[in-house]
């Protein structure tokens, strides 16, 4: 078979095969003659907050994609290296057996610092061997460069309310409603095999990759993919109209947890919109218009991202960014292993340990605890949830220390500091979720639960390591420090 035009889709966060406007395009552009090439990136393997759990959950939904891609048509080539070098050996491969390059390289957009940097290069060297680069917006649906104050299109918002009120105007716009109805795909046609033709000898490193992070992990995975993501959606349907009531109660299955499938682009918030019927504004109930502010926050802490990439290791606000930490380490490796003392951190800190998930209004409590509280950077709790998140993902999880640690863009003021007692009381009345995780404490009752006595618990639960009240005024002359 004689292939003279076809195209490659840069498989990256996007790992689906339906709902991909780039993918669509090329595979329009050469009748379906599209293959599908992921690269492993060692930079982003060689990640100080690199999760082997999380990483097993994104391989599992790399092999959903190759499966869907194979029984589609079409096909998926891993290769355990990064993506220039990928392609170099690639392409010095089918030129030294007189084999064409292919027209176009798709990919999707990503926002974060170091993939940008990495996408322009990538462009750049591309059009040099004369091949188009074919990229589209994603997982996003208001990319950051499209939201700006008035007509100064590098005027930022810094402030949520206002963005989510431009956010909703663009959103009602037929530019934006046009991108979430579904595009037809055009069907594969072509194999790696078409082109290779047996000459070319490039080892696929999925199941090399699956069979060894496995041994490495030690949770429970998920199942993983576009058609679990897709079941979620259903599941979470018929529960959107009591999302205001329950999603602060851990105990409750009250949220999507679509962000396991987000991180990794099994779904996107442009087919959460769709598939829920979302798209009339004028239509929503109180569920589903606390639910679509949510997933407005998450185009904010891209949107800051993008715009601001300093975020990722400092203080968006300026003068926070020398706060004197007191970083004890005995305090933080407590606060890991949920052995505080403050039952509904150590609970949230147990589920995310055992689980790789937790709730989250858990996660706010323990971040202004650790922050607050305990008086130890935001960033070495941001990294910890990183190591340990299944649906780690850098712009939301920055965003949300920095909203706790009341350093980064529209945060909690810098003097409203949880009380962990109260937080319990009022999203965990009856200790449900704390006994789930802390069975040391199943036999407290009542108010017990929330501020246990020593001399009525088991021996097998340590004290408070710190006085909350003290703490909290020690936090507030941190902050003050930098007034």
């Given amino acids: 078979m004689k292939i003279t035009d076809y195209g490659i889709h840069w498989f990256r966060r996007d790992l689906r095969v339906e709902d991909k406007p780039a993918l669509t395009a090329n595979l329009a552009t050469h009748q379906g003659r599209v293959l599908g090439l992921f690269c492993f990136d060692h930079v982003f393997l060689a990640r100080k907050d690199f999760s082997t759990n ?29 993506p220039k070098t ?22 999707n957009r990503d926002y974060e610092p170091f993939a940008v940097r990495r996408d322009f290069e990538m462009t750049q060297w591309f059009k040099t061997l004369g091949i188009n680069p074919l990229t589209e917006r994603d997982h996003l649906i208001i990319e950051p460069h499209e939201i700006y104050k008035g007509e100064d299109p590098n005027s930022t918002y810094q402030v949520f309310t206002p963005f989510k009120r431009r956010w909703l105007e663009k959103f009602e716009t037929e530019d934006v409603q046009s991108r979430l109805k579904t595009k037809k795909l055009f069907p594969f046609q072509m194999k790696w ?42 599941v979470f349907v018929p529960k959107v109209k009591n999302y205001g009531k329950y999603r602060d109660i851990p105990s409750v299955s009250g949220t999507s947890r679509f962000s396991l499938f987000f991180k990794n682009g ?54 926070y960014k020398a ?68 649906d780690g993902d850098l712009a939301p999880n920055n965003g949300g220390w920095q909203w706790a640690a009341s350093t980064g863009c529209d945060p909690q003021p810098y003097f409203r500091v949880f009380n962990p007692y109260l937080q319990s009381q009022k999203f965990d009345p009856e200790g449900v979720y704390i006994k789930k995780y802390i069975p040391e404490l199943k036999h407290c009752i009542g108010k017990l639960i929330h501020e246990p006595q020593q001399d009525l618990m088991t021996r097998d639960y340590p004290p408070p390591i710190v006085d909350h009240s003290i703490q909290r005024q020690e936090a507030l002359a941190l902050y003050k420090f930098k007034e």
Wanted: a neutral charge; glycine letters at 6%.
């Fill in 266 to 319: 099994s779904i996107t918030t442009a087919q959460v919109i769709r598939e829920m019927g979302l798209q009339n504004r004028s239509q929503w109930n109180e569920g589903e218009e606390k639910f679509v502010s949510e997933l407005i926050w998450r185009e904010f802490y891209y949107y800051i991202l993008a715009r601001h990439p300093r975020v990722e290791n400092e203080a968006f606000v300026e003068k």
């Fill in 86 to 107: 990928a392609y170099d050996q690639l392409f010095n491969e089918l030129k030294s057996h007189g084999l064409p390059l292919p027209k176009t390289v798709s990919w």
């Fill in 323 to 390: 706060i004197p930490w007191k970083n004890n380490e005995d305090w933080f490796e407590a606060w890991k292993q949920g052995r505080t003392g403050f039952p509904i951190v150590d609970a949230g800190m147990r589920e995310l340990n055992q689980t790789g998930w937790m709730h989250n209004r858990v996660r706010m409590i323990v971040a202004s605890f650790l922050t607050k509280d305990l008086h130890i950077d935001w960033r070495w709790g941001e990294q910890y949830f990183m190591e340990k998140l299944l």
């Fill in 54 to 82: 999380r990483f097993q959950f994104f391989l599992e939904t790399l092999k959903a994609v190759k499966k869907q891609l194979l029984e589609s048509g079409g096909d998926l080539l891993v290769l355990d290296v990064g």
């Fill in 193 to 234: 095999d078409s082109i290779f033709n047996g000459k070319v000898k490039l080892q696929d490193q999925l199941e090399n990759y699956l069979e060894k992070n496995l041994k490495k992990v030690n949770i429970p995975i998920p199942s993983a993919g576009a058609q679990e993501g897709k079941g979620a959606i259903k």
